[in-house]
Nanobody, 120 residues
Framework: QVQLVESGGGLVQPGGSLRLSCAASGSILTVYDMGWARQPPGKQRELVATITNYSKTTYADSVRGRFTISRDNVKNAVYLQMNSLKPEDTAVYYC??????????????WGQGIEVTVSS
């Protein structure tokens, strides 16, 4: 069984910064792609950023230049540094890891979500 746990969310003023962390635990053999998605209030979930196991990154247009995704392969962790935050960044953020378990099952695992609120 695999579990992803996010941390680092909260309330921040416009223009501020937050760093989200997500650590995976359980019967993990290897982790492939990692990413972050978010779901603003009343809207659908949208992909924010991804990073491959070769550290190639992609970003949504709305966050490019402000957010940075990174990973730690030893800790099976993924991070999202969010700078110059705007009220429209307010959402529940979810981390995602595509991984292989020790019984050689390839799964797509999601965290439980963490709230980020950008408001003065």
């Amino acid at each position: 069984q695999v579990q992803l746990v996010e941390s680092g969310g909260g309330l921040v003023q416009p223009g501020g910064s937050l760093r989200l962390s997500c650590a995976a635990s359980g019967s993990i053999l290897t982790v492939y792609d990692m990413g972050w998605a978010r779901q603003p209030p009343g809207k659908q979930r949208e992909l924010v950023a991804t990073i491959t196991n070769y550290s190639k990154t992609t970003y949504a247009d709305s966050v490019r230049g402000r957010f940075t995704i990174s990973r730690d392969n030893v800790k099976n962790a993924v991070y999202l540094q969010m700078n110059s935050l705007k009220p429209e960044d307010t959402a529940v953020y979810y981390c995602n890891e595509e991984l292989m378990t020790t019984d050689y099952s390839r799964i797509d695992s999601w965290g439980q979500g963490i709230e980020v609120t950008v408001s003065s």
